[in-house]
């Protein structure tokens, strides 16, 4: 038995889609349709945001971001990456990108900061595995000269013709990532 062994965070179907498909994801904990979730909704409170995370990409990661065009100001200042949203981000706006595997939805989310924070590839293969929250600011001036900054959350998707997943899996992988967090 391992003692880092959990039944809804980290159970046996979790290891077998990892070794499948790079991704660490349990259709039993998908929110609606699978059966542990139903289980244990009640009891995951804080945690549910964390279900199929893998838990590697639990720790803190230190990356420098890199500037895509050199001397373009873009009107999004990037925050910082995070695993969740939470409470303080009820007044952002969240700005959700889905799409078919390598249309460029993380890369249009690097070019809207002007900086490389998602990872992003031309690939017919899925380069984003899991959904991602980029934290950032929106620099905006309206007709009359005012300035104002809007938080906002850019959310990087799985693509729905992925390799691996149908795009029902697909579906149900989002939407359960979403409504956990949104």
């Given at each position: 038995?391992a003692?880092n062994y959990?039944l809804?965070?980290?159970n046996?179907e979790?290891v077998?889609?990892?070794?499948?498909s790079?991704v660490?994801?349990?259709?039993?904990?998908a929110?609606?349709?699978?059966?542990?979730f139903k289980?244990?909704?009640d009891?995951l409170?804080?945690?549910?945001?964390?279900?199929n995370?893998f838990?590697?990409e639990?720790e803190?990661?230190?990356?420098t971001k890199?500037e895509i065009?050199?001397?373009?100001?873009?009107?999004?200042?990037?925050?910082k990456?995070?695993e969740?949203?939470?409470?303080?981000?009820?007044?952002?706006?969240n700005?959700v990108?889905?799409?078919p595997?390598?249309?460029?939805?993380?890369?249009?989310?690097?070019n809207?900061f002007?900086?490389?924070?998602v990872?992003?590839?031309?690939?017919?293969v899925?380069v984003?595995?899991?959904?991602?929250?980029?934290?950032g600011?929106?620099?905006?001036?309206d007709?009359?000269?005012?300035?104002t900054?809007?938080?906002?959350?850019?959310?990087d998707?799985?693509?729905?013709?992925d390799?691996?997943?149908?795009?029902?899996?697909v579906?149900?992988?989002?939407?359960t990532?979403?409504e956990?967090n949104?």
């Open positions: 038995g003692s959990s809804a965070l980290r046996c979790h077998a889609r990892y070794i499948q790079g660490w994801v349990s259709f039993q904990m929110k609606g349709t699978g059966p542990l289980i244990f909704r009891h409170s804080t945690h549910s945001k964390l279900v995370t838990p590697k639990l803190p990661s230190i990356s890199s065009y050199q001397g373009y100001k873009s009107p999004f200042t990037f925050r990456s995070k969740v949203l939470t409470e303080v981000d009820n007044d952002s706006y700005v990108f889905i799409g595997t390598g249309c460029g939805k993380s890369t249009l989310i690097n809207l002007n900086l490389k924070v990872n992003a590839t031309a690939s017919a899925s984003t595995r899991r959904v991602e929250f980029t934290e600011e929106y620099n905006r001036q007709s009359n000269g005012l300035k900054n809007a938080r906002i959350n850019m959310i998707t799985l693509g729905f013709c390799s691996v997943f149908s795009a029902n899996q579906l149900a992988m989002i939407k990532s979403l956990l949104l």
